[in-house]
Nanobody, 119 residues
Framework: QVQLVESGGGLVQAGESLRLSCAAS????????MGWHRQAPGKQRELVAG???????NYADSVKGRFTISRDNAKNTVYLQMNSLKPEDTAVYYC?????????????WGQGTQVTVSS
């Protein structure tokens, strides 16, 4: 059973930064892809940033240029660096992993970490 544990969420003011971490219980290199999703109250969960095992990345238009996804294979950890945060970034952020053949079919999820951005 794969476990993903997020950390790093919190309350910040608009314009500030946060770095989220996602620690996996096994080698992340074995996942076809990993991603960060978020869900705001009353909204559907959306993909914020994705990272394939080959190193390709993709971002939601709303976070391009502000957020960066990265990984440390030695630590089995994926990060989401969030800069220039806006109140509309407020959401629960979830780490996810794709253990099947498709890098965007996520079948393992963390418990989520709350990010709140005040104006």
């Amino acid at each position: 059973q794969v476990q993903l544990v997020e950390s790093g969420g919190g309350l910040v003011q608009a314009g500030e930064s946060l770095r989220l971490s996602c620690a996996a219980s096994r080698s992340i290199f074995r996942f076809a892809g990993m991603g960060w999703h978020r869900q705001a109250p009353g909204k559907q969960r959306e993909l914020v940033a994705g990272l394939t095992t080959g190193g390709s990345t993709n971002y939601a238009d709303s976070v391009k240029g502000r957020f960066t996804i990265s990984r440390d294979n030695a630590k089995n950890t994926v990060y989401l660096q969030m800069n220039s945060l806006k109140p509309e970034d407020t959401a629960v952020y979830y780490c996810a992993a794709a253990s099947g053949p498709f890098s965007t079919v996520y079948n393992h999820w963390g418990q989520g970490t709350q990010v709140t951005v005040s104006s």
